[in-house]
């Protein structure tokens, strides 16, 4: 039975239990006692199940995803791992030489683009996919162009009321940041500026058909095509990387802000971890079913694969593991990252062996200079989103970090320009 099947069962057998009670109080007759009785007990049975949705989730996950014996249990090969020692951080230092590493391997020597800014802003656009917005004032839309005509063009959304700070929202590869415009909408009605980005070649990002050096002409519609970029000056990680970096450092300047928040879903949250690792004034990060360690992402429930190029790409990983990366994305005074995962994940990241590296990377965060890194499991919903719930929680984080203050002038911001 579906769950909008046992929804519309509880509502027929209620109606058909009124209606039976009704003619009851007309005439008290043995058989339609009876049938009440049956209807009743029926109701009651179905409501149980219903209403215990952990249980409800767990057997409908189960009828359409396999190893889903393993969704509420860890698996013997993630339980033996030792995580902490998986983990190279344990200082301040380290964190800094790490860090810089990373830097240097992704943009060759040349430093995180801080100086860049967009090449064009589009203000007060227009886009039906977010006609209707209750806390929408307008929508400015900025372009950043790349190498080999690769263009990123991200949308900053205005609340009508502005009390709070800025939060960068990154779709994952199901395609146009248009699917998180419930979390959008959620964030403007708090009062967050907020920005919204795609991955490269998705939504309103360009994909062309352009001549790469030593490859020739090739039509853009995948990302891992990216990966011809690769060169000894050149990483095509920038192309996933420099749009979030050169669109908070626009924020930035434009909220007077001294720092930015930032959540994704799915590749967005593996590139909310890796943003953050690298450039320290995104503060605050909140990944949702975006990244897994090996050693839980090969084992059951999860199925066994290493994800796209930019999810785990040799060179980087040799510098540093995803755990680390979470160090990375913790550690600092006043940063935060948490991360959420969805238990009943219909894609990817599922189950609960996210359990076993929680306290080892707090651990290490705590060595490593400290900041506040935590994992959450979303048990709500089945899905491969940010649910309400997540929603929620990120939102009651961020008014914990950022005060209760209810314009910026309390707290010291200016206004956004223009």
């Avoid at 000056?233 to 930015?260: H, K, M, N, R, W």
């Avoid at 990244?291 to 290493?306: D, F, H, M, Q």
Wanted: glycine share 8%; proline share 6%; aromatic share 10%.
């Amino acid at each position: 039975m579906r769950r909008y099947g046992i929804f519309t069962a509880i509502l027929t057998l209620m109606a058909v239990s009124f209606f039976a009670g009704g003619l009851l109080g007309y005439k008290q007759t043995q058989p339609i006692a009876a049938l009440v009785s049956v209807i009743k007990s029926a109701e009651a049975r179905i409501m149980a199940l219903r209403l215990d949705e952990l249980s409800y989730r767990k057997w409908s996950y189960g009828r359409n995803v396999s190893n889903s014996q393993w969704i509420d249990k860890i698996h013997p090969h993630v339980a033996r791992t030792d995580v902490a020692s998986l983990i190279s951080i344990r200082s301040p230092r380290e964190v800094t030489r790490k860090r810089q590493r990373l830097i240097d391997l992704i943009w060759r020597g040349r430093g995180l683009p801080l100086a860049t800014r967009p090449d064009e802003v589009f203000r007060g656009i227009s886009d039906s996919a977010f006609d209707g917005m209750r806390h929408l004032d307008r929508i400015d839309k900025l372009e950043i162009r790349m190498r080999g005509g690769i263009i990123a063009r991200p949308y900053v959304f205005y609340p009508k009321v502005r009390k709070k700070g800025v939060i960068i929202y990154h779709q994952g590869h199901y395609g146009h940041f248009a699917l998180g415009r419930p979390v959008i909408e959620r964030f403007l009605g708090e009062g967050y500026l907020v920005l919204g980005l795609s991955m490269p070649l998705l939504g309103p990002n360009s994909d062309p058909i352009e001549e790469i050096p030593r490859f020739g002409y090739i039509k853009y519609d995948y990302h891992n095509v990216l990966q011809f970029f690769q060169s000894e000056d050149f990483s095509p990680l920038t192309f996933f990387l420099d749009p979030i970096i050169v669109a908070a450092s626009y924020l930035l300047e434009q909220s007077g802000e001294p720092c930015v928040a930032m959540t994704g879903v799915s590749t967005g949250g593996w590139l909310t971890t890796f943003a953050s690792a690298l450039d320290t004034r995104i503060c605050h990060s909140y990944p949702v079913a975006g990244s897994l360690p090996a050693y839980v992402r090969l084992a059951p429930p999860n199925r066994p694969n290493i994800g796209d190029f930019e999810e785990m790409p040799p060179d980087v990983l040799a510098i540093a593991n995803v755990l680390e990366f979470y160090v990375l994305a913790a550690t600092g005074k006043g940063r935060t990252h948490k991360l959420i995962y969805n238990q009943f994940d219909d894609c990817c990241y599922r189950g609960i062996g996210v359990t076993t590296f929680r306290d080892p990377v707090k651990a290490a965060v705590a060595q490593a200079g400290g900041g506040d890194f935590d994992v959450h499991i979303d048990s709500t919903f089945i899905g491969h989103r940010i649910s309400p719930f997540a929603a929620h929680l990120i939102l009651h984080d961020l008014t914990a970090k950022l005060g209760s203050a209810k314009t910026l002038s309390q707290r010291g911001a200016t206004t956004p320009n223009g």
